[in-house]
């Protein structure tokens, strides 16, 4: 009876949330911890910083490969834990590309800049010429607002189809 039950967004959602949690909540500790006395201002500090802030993305990628490999490898494999592990994986790759992890190194010291302040090692500064507190806040929300929810959804959606598919087959047999 159990194992027939449609997946809960709750379900889904309790995993995806603490996977999330526990992972934006070692990085921004240790970006903080690392970040705090630094500046980047020279090009040439620019450069240390894209090479660190890549080492950490990377770090929480594997990461989200390592929570997804676990989920697949240690609760048995199938194709509904196979769509959880992806849906978690692809849910950290929205958190890392949010920009969250600068939302909390704010928080943690208090607060955004303020919105005249150009957020010139953010990679979209590049690529429009400006980025502050504002558009940053914006396209975290966007993100984690709009996307990660549809990820949640679709997800669902694939697993309880799934899940009716295979309990149809299985009383036709």
Do not use: C
């Not at 020279?42 to 490969?65: C, D, H, K, R």
């Not at 697993?159 to 598919?165: D, G, H, I, L, Q």
């Amino acid at each position: 009876m159990y194992r027939n039950r449609p997946v809960a967004i709750s379900d889904l959602t309790i995993i995806v949330i603490l996977t999330i949690m526990l992972d934006i909540a070692v990085f921004a500790m240790v970006d903080f911890q690392v970040m705090q006395h630094q500046t980047y201002q020279l090009p040439e500090e620019q450069e240390a910083y894209n090479v660190y802030i890549f080492w950490v993305s990377a770090t929480m990628l594997m990461f989200g490969i390592a929570e997804a490999a676990v989920i697949v490898v240690i609760f048995r494999f199938s194709p509904i834990r196979f769509i959880l592990s992806g849906t978690v994986l692809l849910s950290t790759i929205i958190v890392i590309f949010s920009g969250l992890e600068d939302i909390i190194f704010f928080a943690i010291q208090g607060g955004l800049p303020a919105d005249n302040v150009n957020w010139k090692w953010m990679w979209q500064a590049r690529v429009w010429g400006f980025w502050n507190s504002t558009e940053q806040a914006m396209w975290t929300i966007f993100w984690l607002g709009a996307v990660l929810p549809i990820v949640l959804f679709v997800s669902i959606k694939i697993m309880n189809t799934y899940k009716v598919k295979m309990t149809t087959l299985r009383q036709e047999v």
